[in-house]
């Protein structure tokens, strides 16, 4: 295995046309001058294809016809139809949607991971994002009793148990209320589960897709107890549940209720998605999502946990001496690459932005360092800003692939000193059975063939 | 968490200086005027046992604007008189705050909407109804209601995992499931992991069956919950469950002492079990990959080349076709992924990406029964009747019923656009499922 790499930025090469022909080879380009009357760019192109046909580089063709002042690339000298035409009108999409050369980025469920669609989960493609924020069509879903579009004129949130005043408030009542907006992470408890044993699938979108990151607006849990009168004497843990078919029910902290917890109605700055919970939902920063109750109807006050059936039959971690691990909720320290990641492949030797993103649910993202040796040795990688508390943060660092074997890993520390450990350090404690909260170091593995792929390294 | 420092800062620009008593009352005033000024006027605020209490940050904006941001209301523990609320109401109201006021907004729930939803059984049994049922009345219930999905002994794996499964009588003994500790049993299954009985109470009431939650009534709830403690030899074939003996049943569980709270997971500032390395060189000598995906996998998730952006310095794998055994030069790639994507694009609408985006395929497998028949039998049936069978079917879907398959009804699809419903009626009609 090579280990030879360096972390020199070489950016010289990204503004070199011969170097990175993938960066205007588009669809158009070669397909279009096959039209082209003028003939001497069509035997420029062709002479092009040809070479790409037969699996030389297409490299060739810029590199050598630089040197002749006539030939250029046909996305410059042949003005496309966007530039000589009339283009859509305004609110032609009343409702924006994303380029059509852009619909490979979805939502998948993870072939025979789950047996009905309605109990089930979709991925969302990490592998295509940017920065911190997930689009609000592309964060992951997970149902288990399938989703509704609710009235939300027929809403109804209420506040019952220990309280000195039960409560109901109509959405309009919510929406009246002074609001809080904050970026959090949102994880589901099994996010990297298929993992524990050993390599199970292929792509981060797979491997880590039960993860979302938004902006949330809503109400602050402890304004709403405090409205109801809530016993502080007697209360020491609240009942969140859900209005569907589930009507889903998980057991939060008081302490944690009282923290940082919201009730949110707003997600990136339009409503809930449904797929998400709309008309509200609960917001339980640094929590798995399970506790994120959806369609949330109704928060009970009361003085001991309530081992509901996702806290008791499912989200249990099983451990190694039989015992499963109740109530488990945090999301620790993780950090995963996002690009280049499992199942892309890369185009060309040379300069590649590392880049992925990292989290805790304990805190701040304080440091990530990246290996690109399985793990002999680190760098400290950049992060972006902003780094929010219990909210995704992104890093990148860069690196020259030099075409041989590389392992990339990526290691998170936070602000509570906690550092993200590798599978064998989690199995070690944790043995492989958990299903839920692993968050272990992933590695990539970079092959002489350009493939990347999810392997564990042990 | 209380910081009352930054309330004078932030007011001295806009009150002129008061005497310190007065002070007081401004901070007092503050604390629960913000969002809730006219929160003094409501007759229940003076009885609350917790009032408001605001945490401003050090501020430098105008004060206003920033105060309207920063001054939440949050519990606290002190005590103020609605003097002091007045006094304030005077002084924000005489600086133009008029803020939303949240005890007015809500309202007092009843007793009977209470009620209704307060529908939680803990395990203590505190919410449980009183109510009864035997294993016997139960079997009737499993058998038409549930056992559909979940199979005649609660073993299927069809639409989740089994519920009955790998316990023993020694388990019930001990109340810890032995087939946790081995690596015999593939997947667990519901009892064996059921460590509190008012679980399955509240979860078959609130739930089950799954597509019609809430529908069962109190005496079938202890019915069925009986009978799946039998399927499981927990109790025998005469046991009545009733509110008087869950705890005595509580007590047979054979995974009743299955769970811990002794890890770092759940409390705000737990301490993590498990800690990373911070080493930054020569930290592992040797680099062996212990687990990777066969080569029979390559394409288990489909084309990756379809998943992945079409710019920038990568492409999705083509998992359509065998790893390149060398590097493939990137013109290749480039073409491949740039015509390949836009086939999919035009491709026409899928009956089949029909059916499953509007739930058919919930309840229909193509080939197995899940709730509703499977599709290849609905094919089948309605083969015979030629031209006319997508018509039929049409007709059918709309409007939904029971009686051809079984007891259970299929919901009427008229929500589905015409043009979908026929669209997928002609596929199972045509029995062409690839």
Same mark, same amino acid.
């Given at each position: 295995?090579?280990?030879?790499?360096?972390?020199?930025?070489?950016?010289?090469?990204?503004?070199?046309?011969?170097?990175?022909?993938?960066?205007?080879?588009?669809?158009?380009?070669?397909?279009?001058?096959?039209? $082209?009357?003028?003939?001497?760019?069509?035997?420029?192109?062709?002479?092009?294809?040809?070479?790409?046909? #037969?699996?030389?580089?297409?490299?060739?063709?810029?590199?050598?016809?630089?040197?002749?002042?006539? #030939?250029?690339?046909?996305?410059?000298?042949?003005?496309?139809?966007?530039?000589?035409?009339?283009?859509?009108?305004?609110?032609?999409?009343?409702?924006?949607?994303?380029?059509?050369?852009?619909?490979?980025?979805?939502?998948?469920?993870?072939?025979?991971?789950?047996?009905?669609?309605?109990?089930?989960?979709?991925?969302?493609?990490?592998?295509?994002?940017?920065?911190?924020?997930?689009?609000?069509?592309?964060?992951?879903?997970?149902?288990?009793?399938?989703?509704? $579009?609710?009235?939300?004129?027929?809403?109804?949130?209420?506040?019952?148990?220990?309280?000195?005043?039960?409560?109901?408030?109509?959405?309009?009542?919510?929406?009246?209320?002074?609001?809080?907006?904050?970026?959090?992470?949102?994880?589901?408890?099994?996010?990297?589960?298929?993992?524990?044993?050993?390599?199970?699938?292929?792509?981060?979108?797979?491997?880590?897709?039960?993860?979302?990151?938004?902006?949330?607006?809503?109400?602050?849990?402890?304004?709403?107890?405090? +409205?109801?009168?809530?016993?502080?004497?007697?209360?020491?843990?609240?009942?969140?549940?859900?209005?569907?078919?589930?009507?889903?029910?998980?057991?939060?902290?008081?302490?944690?209720?009282?923290?940082?917890?919201?009730?949110?109605?707003?997600?990136?700055?339009?409503?809930?998605?449904?797929?998400?919970?709309?008309?509200?939902?609960?917001?339980?920063?640094?929590?798995?999502?399970?506790?994120?109750?959806?369609?949330?109807?109704?928060?009970?006050?009361?003085?001991?946990?309530?081992?509901?059936?996702?806290?008791?039959?499912?989200?249990?971690?099983?451990?190694?001496?039989?015992?499963?691990?109740?109530?488990?909720?945090?999301?620790?320290?993780?950090?995963?690459?996002?690009?280049?990641?499992?199942?892309?492949?890369?185009?060309? *030797?040379?300069?590649?932005?590392?880049?992925?993103?990292?989290?805790?649910?304990?805190?701040?993202?304080?440091?990530?360092?990246?290996?690109?040796?399985?793990?002999?040795?680190?760098?400290?990688?950049?992060?972006?800003?902003?780094?929010? +508390? *219990?909210?995704?943060?992104?890093?990148?660092?860069?690196?020259?692939?030099?075409?041989?074997?590389?392992?990339?890993?990526?290691?998170?520390?936070?602000?509570?000193?906690?550092?993200?450990?590798?599978?064998?350090?989690?199995?070690?404690?944790?043995?492989?059975?958990?299903?839920?909260?692993?968050?272990?170091?992933?590695?990539?593995?970079?092959?002489?063939?350009?493939?990347?792929?999810?392997?564990?390294?042990? | 968490?209380?910081?009352?420092?930054?309330?004078?800062?932030?007011?001295?620009?806009?009150?002129?200086?008061?005497?310190?008593?007065?002070?007081?009352?401004?901070?007092?005033?503050?604390?629960?005027?913000?969002?809730?000024?006219?929160?003094?006027?409501?007759?229940?605020?003076?009885?609350?046992?917790?009032?408001?209490?605001?945490?401003?940050?050090?501020?430098?904006?105008?004060?206003?604007?920033?105060?309207?941001?920063?001054?939440?209301?949050?519990?606290?523990?002190?005590?103020?008189?609605?003097?002091?609320?007045?006094?304030?109401?005077?002084? !924000?109201?005489?600086?133009?705050? /008029?803020?939303?006021?949240?005890?007015?907004?809500?309202?007092?729930?009843?007793?009977?909407?209470?009620?209704?939803?307060?529908?939680?059984?803990?395990?203590?049994?505190?919410?449980?109804?009183?109510?009864?049922?035997?294993?016997?009345?139960?079997?009737?219930?499993?058998?038409?209601?549930?056992?559909?999905?979940?199979?005649?002994?609660?073993?299927?794996?069809?639409?989740?995992?089994?519920? !009955?499964?790998?316990?023993?009588?020694?388990?019930?003994?001990?109340?810890?499931?032995? /087939?946790?500790?081995?690596?015999?049993? @593939?997947?667990?299954?519901?009892?064996?992991?059921?460590?509190?009985?008012?679980?399955?109470?509240?979860?078959?009431?609130?739930?089950?069956?799954?597509?019609?939650?809430?529908?069962?009534?109190?005496?079938?709830?202890?019915?069925?919950?009986?009978?799946?403690?039998?399927?499981?030899?927990?109790?025998?074939?005469?046991?009545?469950?009733?509110?008087?003996?869950?705890?005595?049943?509580?007590?047979?569980? @054979?995974?009743?002492?299955?769970?811990?709270?002794?890890?770092?997971?759940?409390?705000?500032?737990?301490?993590?079990?498990?800690?990373?390395?911070?080493?930054?060189?020569?930290?592992?000598?040797?680099?062996?990959?212990?687990?990777?995906?066969?080569?029979?996998?390559?394409?288990?998730?489909?084309?990756?080349?379809?998943?992945?952006?079409?710019?920038?310095?990568?492409?999705?794998?083509?998992?359509?076709?065998?790893? @390149?055994?060398?590097?493939?030069?990137?013109?290749?790639?480039?073409?491949?992924?740039?015509?390949?994507?836009?086939?999919?694009?035009?491709?026409?609408?899928?009956?089949?990406?029909?059916?499953?985006?509007?739930?058919?395929?919930?309840?229909?497998?193509?080939?197995?029964?899940?709730?509703?028949?499977?599709?290849?039998?609905?094919?089948?049936?309605?083969?015979?009747?030629?031209?006319?069978?997508?018509?039929?079917?049409?007709?059918?879907?709309?409007?939904?019923?029971?009686?051809?398959?079984?007891?259970?009804?299929?919901?009427?699809?008229?929500?589905?656009?015409?043009?979908?419903?026929?669209?997928?009626?002609?596929? !199972?009609?045509?029995?062409?499922?690839?």
């Amino acid at each position: 295995m090579s280990t030879e790499f360096t972390f020199a930025r070489d950016m010289s090469r990204l503004g070199r046309l011969q170097r990175a022909p993938e960066f205007f080879l588009t669809r158009d380009a070669l397909t279009l001058p096959r039209d $082209d009357r003028r003939s001497f760019l069509r035997k420029a192109f062709l002479a092009a294809s040809a070479a790409t046909i #037969a699996g030389t580089s297409a490299r060739a063709f810029a590199a050598n016809e630089t040197a002749n002042e006539t #030939a250029g690339d046909p996305a410059i000298l042949n003005l496309l139809a966007h530039s000589k035409g009339l283009g859509q009108p305004v609110a032609a999409r009343p409702y924006g949607l994303p380029s059509k050369y852009e619909e490979n980025l979805q939502r998948r469920e993870s072939p025979g991971l789950t047996r009905v669609g309605a109990a089930s989960v979709s991925f969302a493609p990490l592998q295509g994002f940017f920065g911190i924020i997930t689009p609000s069509g592309l964060h992951f879903e997970r149902h288990h009793q399938g989703w509704w $579009d609710i009235d939300p004129s027929q809403h109804r949130f209420m506040i019952n148990g220990l309280v000195a005043n039960p409560k109901v408030y109509t959405m309009d009542d919510l929406l009246r209320m002074p609001s809080v907006s904050r970026m959090h992470f949102l994880e589901c408890g099994a996010n990297t589960g298929m993992e524990w044993g050993n390599v199970a699938v292929p792509t981060v979108q797979y491997t880590h897709g039960m993860l979302s990151c938004c902006e949330f607006t809503g109400v602050p849990l402890k304004w709403l107890l405090d +409205d109801c009168g809530i016993d502080m004497k007697k209360a020491k843990f609240i009942l969140a549940e859900g209005a569907d078919g589930s009507s889903m029910t998980r057991t939060i902290n008081l302490a944690n209720a009282l923290d940082d917890v919201v009730v949110a109605y707003g997600m990136n700055g339009e409503m809930l998605r449904p797929e998400n919970g709309y008309p509200l939902r609960l917001v339980v920063p640094g929590v798995q999502g399970v506790s994120w109750v959806k369609y949330l109807r109704r928060i009970e006050v009361g003085d001991m946990p309530y081992a509901t059936k996702d806290e008791t039959l499912h989200y249990v971690d099983l451990m190694p001496d039989g015992q499963h691990r109740q109530y488990s909720s945090i999301q620790e320290v993780k950090s995963v690459i996002t690009s280049p990641s499992g199942g892309q492949v890369l185009l060309d *030797k040379g300069f590649f932005n590392v880049t992925g993103i990292a989290w805790s649910g304990r805190g701040k993202i304080r440091k990530v360092d990246v290996s690109v040796d399985g793990g002999k040795s680190w760098k400290v990688a950049r992060l972006e800003t902003p780094i929010l +508390d *219990k909210c995704l943060t992104r890093f990148n660092i860069d690196w020259t692939w030099d075409g041989g074997d590389a392992i990339l890993m990526s290691r998170a520390t936070d602000s509570t000193g906690q550092v993200q450990a590798t599978i064998t350090e989690m199995r070690k404690v944790r043995g492989s059975k958990s299903i839920y909260h692993n968050n272990a170091i992933q590695s990539w593995l970079v092959s002489a063939n350009g493939e990347v792929s999810n392997v564990q390294v042990g | 968490m209380f910081k009352s420092v930054d309330v004078f800062a932030t007011l001295r620009p806009v009150l002129s200086p008061l005497p310190s008593r007065e002070r007081a009352r401004v901070r007092g005033g503050v604390r629960n005027g913000i969002g809730r000024v006219s929160s003094s006027i409501s007759p229940l605020t003076p009885t609350l046992p917790c009032r408001p209490r605001s945490r401003l940050h050090a501020l430098a904006a105008p004060a206003a604007a920033r105060m309207r941001a920063e001054t939440p209301p949050t519990p606290r523990k002190g005590r103020g008189g609605s003097w002091l609320v007045a006094s304030a109401l005077f002084l !924000i109201a005489g600086i133009g705050f /008029a803020e939303p006021n949240i005890k007015n907004l809500g309202r007092p729930a009843t007793p009977a909407e209470i009620k209704a939803w307060d529908i939680d059984v803990r395990p203590d049994f505190a919410g449980l109804p009183k109510g009864s049922g035997t294993v016997a009345r139960g079997q009737e219930v499993w058998e038409s209601k549930c056992e559909n999905c979940h199979g005649a002994f609660g073993e299927s794996n069809e639409v989740f995992t089994p519920v !009955i499964g790998h316990t023993t009588k020694d388990d019930i003994r001990t109340g810890h499931v032995a /087939a946790l500790r081995s690596d015999t049993v @593939p997947q667990r299954t519901t009892l064996m992991k059921l460590s509190e009985l008012s679980v399955l109470w509240d979860y078959i009431n609130r739930a089950m069956p799954w597509n019609a939650p809430k529908s069962l009534s109190t005496d079938d709830v202890y019915a069925v919950v009986a009978y799946v403690l039998n399927l499981g030899g927990v109790v025998p074939n005469d046991y009545v469950l009733s509110d008087k003996n869950m705890q005595a049943t509580q007590n047979q569980l @054979p995974n009743r002492n299955g769970k811990t709270r002794e890890h770092g997971l759940w409390e705000l500032g737990g301490k993590p079990d498990v800690q990373g390395s911070t080493c930054m060189t020569n930290c592992a000598p040797k680099v062996t990959i212990s687990s990777r995906l066969p080569d029979f996998a390559r394409n288990a998730h489909g084309d990756i080349s379809a998943q992945n952006r079409l710019l920038g310095g990568l492409r999705g794998v083509d998992t359509l076709r065998p790893a @390149p055994t060398e590097f493939v030069p990137l013109a290749a790639r480039v073409s491949k992924g740039a015509t390949g994507s836009t086939s999919t694009a035009t491709t026409a609408v899928d009956p089949a990406k029909l059916a499953a985006q509007h739930a058919c395929l919930t309840c229909h497998g193509i080939a197995n029964k899940i709730v509703g028949p499977a599709l290849i039998d609905v094919h089948k049936k309605y083969a015979a009747q030629k031209s006319d069978a997508a018509k039929l079917l049409v007709v059918r879907i709309k409007s939904g019923g029971s009686g051809a398959w079984g007891s259970i009804p299929m919901p009427a699809q008229d929500h589905v656009p015409d043009a979908d419903i026929r669209a997928i009626a002609e596929w !199972i009609a045509a029995g062409k499922f690839q």
